[in-house]
């Protein structure tokens, strides 16, 4: 089993930055894919960025290209996202998620991942 606590969230004003941070313990291994999902009331679950460290890639859905950053630290078994340039529109409750492959087809899809923490709060206004 795979257990994943996110931290970092908060409340910020738009164009400013957080650092979220999701503490990785369990049966993992450092190169399976991961990502960072978000929900906002009222709305599904969306991949916002994902990590296939083996292969040394990452994906973002388009609306946080150029502002997020994902990054993984295996020494640390540590999952990153660098939010910059924030606005009203990233407020939502932000996870951690791990798949069970280090590969996968669809990275940004919920379907991928086969763990998740419980959440940490982001409130841009």
């Known amino acids: 089993h795979v257990q994943l606590v996110e931290s970092g969230g908060g409340s910020v004003q738009a164009g400013e930055s957080l650092n979220l941070s999701c503490s990785i313990s369990g049966h993992t291994r450092s190169n399976y894919c991961m990502g960072w999902f978000r929900q906002r009331p009222g709305h599904e679950r969306e991949g916002v960025a994902a990590i296939r460290p083996r292969y040394g890639s990452t994906y973002y859905t388009d609306s946080v290209k150029g502002r997020f950053t994902i990054s993984r630290d295996a020494a640390k078994n540590t999952l990153y996202l660098q939010m910059d340039s924030l606005n009203p529109e990233d407020t939502a409750m932000y996870y951690c998620?791990?798949?069970?492959?280090?590969?996968?087809?669809?990275?940004?899809?919920?379907?991928?991942?086969?763990?998740w923490g419980q959440g940490t709060q982001v409130t841009v206004s």
């Open positions: 998620a791990a798949a069970r492959v280090s590969w996968a087809p669809l990275p940004l899809s919920v379907q991928t991942y086969n763990y």
